[in-house]
Nanobody
Framework: QVYLRESGGGLVQDGESLRLSCVAS????????MGWYRQAPGKDRELVAT???????NYSDSVKGRFTISRDRARMTVTLQMNSLKPADTAVYYC?????????WGQGTQVTVSS
């Protein structure tokens, strides 16, 4: 079992920034994928950004150039720096951890961007 603890999130205005962090604990392994997904009301959960332990990143087109994902492998943390936030970014953001066929999710943290 892998446990994911998220922090950050909150209410900001259009154009402002937020930083999300997530720490993995439990039966973690050194080679994995960590990242963030989000789910807006009435919509499916969608990819925001992921990063492998080898440094490979994958961003949603909607956040490229605005969001940056980073990782601290030793501390099993993943951080999402979100700049130039838009009302369309409003959603619950979930931390994500995957190793082989096993996937784990955090409980989610709300990000609300007001216009």
């Amino acid at each position: 079992q892998v446990y994911l603890r998220e922090s950050g999130g909150g209410l900001v205005q259009d154009g402002e920034s937020l930083r999300l962090s997530c720490v993995a604990s439990g039966n973690t392994v050194s080679v994995n994928v960590m990242g963030w997904y989000r789910q807006a009301p009435g919509k499916d959960r969608e990819l925001v950004a992921t990063k492998t332990t080898f440094g490979e990143t994958n961003y949603s087109d909607s956040v490229k150039g605005r969001f940056t994902i980073s990782r601290d492998r030793a501390r099993m943390t993943v951080t999402l720096q979100m700049n130039s936030l838009k009302p369309a970014d409003t959603a619950v953001y979930y931390c994500y951890y995957r190793w082989r066929e096993l996937t784990y999710w955090g409980q989610g943290t709300q990000v609300t961007v007001s216009s």
